[in-house]
Structures are given as C-alpha cells and as structure tokens.
C-alpha cells in the first residue's frame, strides 16, 4: 500500500514537473514575443518622432507656409463657391432685412409721424416681435 501511495506521488510529482516544464517553456516564448513587440514600439517610437521633427521643419519653412497658405484660400475659395455659403450669407442677409425692418416700423411709431396702418403695410411679410400668428 504504502509503495502504490509513493508511484502515485511520484507521478503526479512527475506531472506536475511537466506541467511547470511546459509553462516555463510557454513564458520563455511569451517573454520573446514580448521583447519583440517592445522594440518594434521603440523604431516606431523613433520613426513618429523623425516624421514629426521633420513636419514641423517643413511646415515652419517659407515653402510649408506656402502650402498651407495655398490650400487655406483653396478650401475657402471652395466654399465661397459652394451652395451652403451662398445658402448662408441669404440667410444672413434677410436676417439683417428683418432686423431693420422691425427697427424701422418701431422708430416711425415712436415718432407718431406715420399712422400704424402705414407703418404694417412696410414689408408686411415681416413679422412683428412678439406676433405668433405670422
């Protein structure tokens, strides 16, 4: 009994030293894989820092200002050209309408030199402040 006790100790003892064997082996390659990766960070690293020194030199130069003055009037030539600016500066522009006509229509009341049914009839398709019903 006591000699069939001390085999299965000593294969399980033996098991287990495979298992560990078998663990060390997969940390080891896990280790390498991992020192790989460290150092291909590292050249990629160096790389990001070359190109960025190497943006910065140019954008500060007379020919990287040029560019980037160049493709600023390009972009905003594009968009003056564009229907959304156009859609924009109308949309400016009837605000600014409306704004002066209303300012318009309380300054002549406030001088009560024109009647109110002249002052509605300017530019009747403009709201009063306040009037929900237009």
Not at 57 to 84: D, Q
Not at 85 to 105: K, P, S, Y
Not at 106 to 113: A, D, I, S, V, Y
Request: proline residues 2%.
């Amino acid at each position: 009994m006591l000699r069939e006790e001390l085999l299965k100790k000593q294969k399980e003892s033996d098991e287990k030293s495979k298992s560990s064997d078998t663990l060390r082996v997969e940390l080891e390659e896990k280790s390498k894989s991992y020192e790989i990766l460290w150092q291909e960070l590292q050249q990629l690293e160096e790389k990001y820092s070359v190109e960025l020194t190497t943006c910065e030199h140019f954008l500060n130069s007379a020919m990287g200002k040029t560019l980037l003055t160049s493709t600023g009037e390009k972009a905003i030539e594009g968009y003056r050209v564009s229907s959304a600016f156009r859609d924009e500066v109308l949309q400016q522009a009837l605000t600014i309408h409306d704004q002066v006509v209303v300012d318009c229509r309380r300054q002549l009341r406030e001088t009560k030199l024109v009647s109110e049914d002249i002052v509605r009839m300017i530019e009747p398709s403009v709201p009063e402040p306040g009037d929900e019903n237009n």
